[in-house]
């Protein structure tokens, strides 16, 4: 596909910001190479996250289908940034992330500095910075392991902002996946890697005073973890409700931390859901998003957090916007969890 632009002119309605984009750029790629910060998570068209109006101009989706978008959003004339291509100048209806656009993004070493089994198929990851170099991040954020042939791995951050010196991730076997692979055959400690990052719009709101509804699946806990501790250091008050989908009840790896944040936090809730429960759990079972469901039947008046595989997004998000949450107090980061792919084009 060639736009009929060499590098057509993308304006945002909504603030009156301009900027161009190169051939074969995406609009989501072309902006945050400006400083302009749109809601993201998985950038292959899957989670939604980058859905935006189209109100003037031609687009088309050269990399990726908008898999994300139902015939109810084509006929609004929605789009996601993150695959559509300008076939001439656009004028889209999109909100613009502030709090992270003066965090640099940033290419550095790291060098793992322990790797420990958390169950037999997830692993922790403490990644050690070089002295010299920090990585300022937002609680929720991940980053990207760059590897041969151009490929990269996205990992969300699971240690807090206030972690100087390490980076923790929490990495599930996948079958398929050639870097999760290497970690779990071979990865020593010592090993280098190349990381790049912070990535993601993914984080606690600050400004707001609303109880928070926080739900994981699997190693989604992990960015989740981050913004609790985040919520503890600074003092945080906001009622806090956690939710974790694992299968078993032996895939609920954190249950000796989650009972730490209960002392320390005045008014938090964990809820664990096992889709494959032992027949004597007391617990929920099912799906977390309908647990969830289970217990706010109206979302409204709260912030919700969710991180997990991309399924379990697209139907909370759905059944969520139903329950009554705003959809801009509606936060996501959707877990892909496909073999290692190249990175988009820049």
């Not at 190479?33 to 899957?46: A, D, E, F, W």
């Not at 170099?133 to 990269?152: S, T």
């Not at 913004?227 to 003092?235: D, H, T, Y």
Request: proline content about 7%.
């Amino acid at each position: 596909m060639t736009s009929t632009q060499s590098n057509p002119t993308i304006r945002i309605a909504t603030s009156g910001r301009e900027f161009t984009t190169r051939p074969e750029e995406t609009v989501l790629t072309a902006a945050l190479r400006q400083g302009i910060v749109l809601p993201y998570s998985c950038k292959n068209g899957t989670c939604a996250s980058c859905k935006c109006r189209l109100v003037e101009g031609r687009i088309d989706y050269p990399f990726n289908p908008p898999s994300a978008l139902n015939e109810s959003d084509l006929a609004a004339g929605n789009m996601l940034a993150c695959q559509a291509v300008a076939d001439d100048d656009l004028v889209i209806e999109a909100r613009e992330i502030t709090q992270v656009a003066e965090i640099p993004v940033r290419l550095l070493p790291a060098r793992v500095e322990s790797l420990d089994s958390f169950t037999d198929d997830i692993k922790r990851i403490r990644l050690k910075l070089p002295s010299a170099a920090r990585l300022q991040f937002l609680a929720g954020q991940y980053i990207d392991i760059l590897l041969p042939g151009g490929k990269r791995r996205a990992f969300s951050i699971a240690s807090a902002p206030s972690e100087a010196e390490f980076i923790e991730l929490h990495v599930k076997r996948v079958d398929g996946g050639g870097f999760t692979g290497h970690v779990f055959s071979d990865m020593q400690e010592k090993e280098i890697l190349r990381i790049e990052g912070p990535l993601g719009t993914f984080f606690i709101r600050r400004k707001s005073n609303r109880p928070i509804v926080m739900m994981g699946g699997g190693t989604g806990f992990a960015p989740l973890k981050s913004m609790i501790e985040e919520l503890i250091e600074n003092g945080d008050a906001r009622p806090v409700q956690l939710f974790w989908g694992v299968a078993r009840e032996s895939d609920l790896y954190a249950r000796e931390l989650i009972d730490e944040w209960a002392r320390q936090l005045d008014d938090f809730d964990f809820v664990p859901v096992l889709a494959e429960p032992d027949p004597d759990w007391p617990g929920e079972r099912g799906y977390v998003h309908d647990a969830v469901l289970r217990a706010h039947s109206d979302l409204s008046s709260f912030d919700v957090y969710m991180s997990g595989p991309p399924a379990m997004i697209h139907n909370a998000r759905k059944a969520f916007l139903q329950a009554g949450v705003i959809e801009d107090r509606l936060f996501y980061d959707s877990f892909d969890f496909a073999p290692d792919v190249p990175p988009a084009v820049e």
